[in-house]
């Protein structure tokens, strides 16, 4: 339907406001509305033989279609719950109760938000610091990259449960551990890209410091770190997105009572799938502002430091 | 006398580092080995480091297990960790790394064809792969049930996206000459994805095969916390960290990381194969 109404419009001229909705909104407009109408078919589909049973037991065979279908889509614990019933239940858990209380997931996006900001933090500055001395270094560099890959081939979400436990056994608990786990899961892309980024000026702009006879220090402060700053955004987006992954994974272990990630848990022992979803949704939608925020931080940085749009 | 040992062992591994670092190879073949020498040399002195310090300033093995008490416990409990092996990496991990990384790769093929799917998938495939899908795995467990299945459906997941985005940027990297000499031979669609745009894709399609070879391990584990039969290597770590017999776990961690360090040296070898031709593998 949308796709036959765009058609018969006339072709309007590049670069207006009207032609790059077109271009880009309404793809993925269309590609969102097919996903949720697939969600709802897989809910009614799901949700089918659970609601048969149901009705068998309650004594009403002899239900319509139209029964079945509205029922599938409203049950407690759904196989799969419908969209509405996850946007329901998101809306009942963040705007219903106040932000303290243990059941909204404000309260547990918080805990969580704050472990993954922590951690994104030093794992940013420890990349940093990292990739200034690969760069510097041919030590460093030949001893500890091949290290730094290698590192990450090494599922660190898997000890994850370990770290926290053993750390809460020496008496370190809260929000530590988890920014320790969400800072190895950021300072890896932050220390490729940096490194990418520091030895990114051209070989011509590096003679001229030489001609001015600059420091390494000055080299590094007045034209490496300013010509990495693109590489460096680049690589904070990635990052941020993995210190979530990591504090949530980081909540996993049982003793964690808050978190996005201790709800995911205690959803899933108390079999209540609505509220998984719901996390789920929350998690999502952190991620997304996290990596927006960065992309924002990002175009006013890089629009002051002069690059072209 | 800990420190001055470590110390000790810090200075020694340094100085060699520097002294081979500094020295100026003759032969390319010397160069070679001398580049696997250093970080080997960092590894050893780390190791050494490691062990020192958790001997000498003994260190609860509650708290951190000296690197030859992991190694002793990985001889002794060889058949153990070998069936956590096999069922956590290779049932379930390869099962659905197979399945997510062809199932992804087909549907680029597809989607591909479709300029409007395109653009609308594009977007939100980059979006889904910021985010925590890990999060999905209580749901896979709850569906397909504590076997094997729903490692694998979690790891599929995972793995899809990657691949479809990555290939989906790789099927249009054929530049626009290559293309116009396709469309003067009269090439069908079906030989130029074959004879141009797939081979020209392939650096993006090993791009995404390599980082979900290290996914595909990191969701079969976790999603083994959610419920799993009583083998595993996600299993034996949330267990064992319960009982805290630490050692068992580091001994899981070191099978782990070997096995996903060759999973990705293994990929990394077919691209090296099939993308010899790629800048990044011309010789210096």
């Known amino acids: 339907m949308a796709g036959a109404a765009t058609v018969s419009l006339p072709a309007p001229r590049s670069g207006g406001v009207v032609a790059g909705l077109r271009r880009h909104a309404l793809p993925v407009a269309v590609v969102v509305a097919a996903i949720v109408a697939l969600w709802y078919a897989g809910a009614v589909l799901l949700n089918a033989p659970q609601q048969v049973d149901a009705f068998v037991r309650a004594g009403t065979p002899d239900y319509s279609t139209a029964d079945l279908v509205r029922e599938t889509l409203n049950q407690k614990r759904p196989v799969l719950p419908s969209p509405h019933q996850v946007a329901a239940e998101f809306w009942a858990s963040t705007a219903m109760v106040a932000p303290t209380s243990k059941r909204s997931l404000i309260y547990h996006g918080w805990v969580t938000l704050s472990s993954t900001l922590l951690g994104f933090a030093a794992g940013t500055l420890f990349g940093i610091a990292l990739a200034v001395a690969i760069v510097h270094s041919r030590v460093m560099d030949k001893s500890l990259m091949p290290w730094i890959i290698a590192s990450q081939t090494i599922p660190i979400l898997a000890v994850a449960p370990m770290i926290i436990v053993v750390l809460n056994a020496v008496g370190i608990t809260g929000l530590l551990p988890k920014a320790l786990i969400s800072m190895y899961l950021s300072f890896f892309p932050i220390t490729v890209g940096m490194v990418k980024g520091l030895r990114s000026p051209d070989v011509i702009n590096l003679d001229l410091m030489r001609t001015y006879s600059a420091t390494k220090r000055q080299v590094l402060w007045k034209l490496r770190l300013p010509s990495s700053v693109p590489f460096l955004f680049t690589s904070m987006k990635v990052a941020i997105a993995a210190a979530l992954v990591g504090a949530i994974v980081g909540e996993l272990p049982t003793g964690v009572v808050a978190g996005l990630g201790a709800r995911l848990l205690s959803g899933s022992y108390y079999g209540q799938t609505v509220q998984i979803w719901a996390a789920l949704v929350a998690a999502s939608l952190l991620a997304a502002a996290l990596v927006a925020l960065v992309s924002v931080v990002e175009r006013l940085v890089l629009a002051r430091m002069g690059a072209r749009a | ?284």
């Open chain 2, 1 to 284: 006398m800990t420190s001055a040992a470590l110390l000790l062992i810090l200075g020694l591994g340094t100085a060699l580092n520097v002294a081979l670092v500094r020295a100026a190879p003759a032969s390319a073949a010397l160069r070679t080995g001398r580049d696997v020498a250093v970080p080997l040399v960092f590894g050893v002195t780390l190791l050494a480091l490691w062990q020192v310090a958790v001997t000498g300033f003994a260190i609860s093995p509650v708290l951190l297990p000296a690197p030859a008490a992991i190694w002793g416990k990985i001889v002794m409990e060889y058949p153990t960790l070998w069936a956590d092996f096999s069922q956590t990496f290779l049932k379930g991990a390869l099962l659905g790394y197979a399945i997510g990384c062809g199932s992804g790769f087909l549907a680029a093929l597809l989607v591909d064809r479709v300029d409007f799917l395109k653009r609308g998938l594009l977007p939100i495939g980059n979006l889904v792969s910021a985010l925590p899908i890990v999060g999905v795995a209580p749901i896979m467990v709850m569906w397909f049930g504590f076997g094997v299945g729903s490692k694998a459906a979690v790891v599929v997941i995972m793995t899809f996206f990657p691949m479809l985005v990555n290939t989906l940027a790789g099927l249009s990297a054929a530049g626009a000459m290559e293309r116009d000499l396709m469309r003067t031979y009269a090439a069908s669609h079906g030989q130029a994805l074959t004879k141009l745009r797939l081979p020209a894709a392939m650096p993006f399609v090993f791009n995404a095969l390599k980082i979900n070879s290290t996914l595909a391990l990191i969701g079969a584990i976790v999603a083994e916390f959610f419920g799993s039969p009583v083998v595993g290597m996600g299993f034996r770590i949330s267990t064992e960290v319960g009982r805290l017999a630490i050692d068992m776990v580091w001994a899981e961690i070191a099978v782990a990381a070997v096995a996903g360090s060759l999973f990705y040296a293994l990929v990394s070898l077919l691209e090296r194969l099939t993308t010899f031709w790629h800048p990044s593998f011309r010789a210096r």
